[in-house]
């Protein structure tokens, strides 16, 4: 583990590699798994904000577990996170004609139609998130890992096929959550710790 100014990343986020093959995948990430996205608080309120926007393209499905049980829901281990669709589909995932899923957040962003891109947990995956409250003299904190699932088996040879690092796959986000310069100072950590391995081998 490696310390960022108010977060502690793990060295698999530096060393292993991925980038997502929607070929051949085809985004199954959004209808796979027994629970939906994590969500924060802010982002909850968002999501509630831009829902007119989002349900006429909902499927009929995903509008009335919306209508009948919310947008979000506890997980098991209290979590808040997006309502699924049969145990398993987030209700803001589409499935087109060919088979590909899509997030319907994401696509209307995309059109200019609203101003938030999608959840930050979906932004970031493969890395996931854990927070510390502060106590007492302990600032809080964020604790970055590194996330494996069956599904993006193909997005771990895709990037070991590239030599692409999980944290400049996700530049963008990773920026997007932390900053532009908390990335700056990760990506100088982690040419000192390739530099490091190097010198050891």
């Avoid at 027994?34 to 499905?61: S, W």
């Avoid at 600032?139 to 895709?158: F, Q």
Wanted: hydrophobic share 35%; glycine share 4%.
């Amino acid at each position: 583990m490696i310390q960022i100014q108010n977060t502690i990343v793990s060295l698999e986020i530096l060393e292993k590699e991925f980038c997502c093959d929607l070929q051949s995948c085809k985004g199954c990430c959004c209808i796979e798994g027994d629970a939906g996205a994590p969500l924060t608080e802010e982002e909850d309120r968002k999501i509630r904000q831009i829902l007119p926007v989002l349900l006429p393209e909902m499927t009929k499905e995903a509008r009335q577990t919306v209508e009948a049980s919310d947008i979000s829901y506890r997980d098991r281990e209290g979590e808040l996170v997006t309502q699924i669709v049969n145990n398993k589909d987030c209700v803001f995932s589409r499935t087109d004609h060919n088979g590909w899923c899509y997030c319907l957040i994401e696509k209307a962003y995309n059109a200019g139609k609203i101003d938030f891109k999608k959840p930050i947990s979906c932004h970031l995956y493969p890395i996931r998130v854990k927070e510390f409250e502060a106590r007492g003299s302990v600032p809080a904190m964020s604790a970055l890992e590194y996330h494996r699932w069956d599904v993006c088996h193909c997005a771990r040879v895709l990037g070991k096929k590239l030599h692409l690092p999980i944290y400049q796959f996700l530049k963008e986000p990773l920026i997007r959550r932390f900053g532009t310069e908390w990335y700056d100072e990760l990506c100088l950590t982690a040419e000192e710790w390739r530099k490091q391995c190097m010198n050891q081998n």
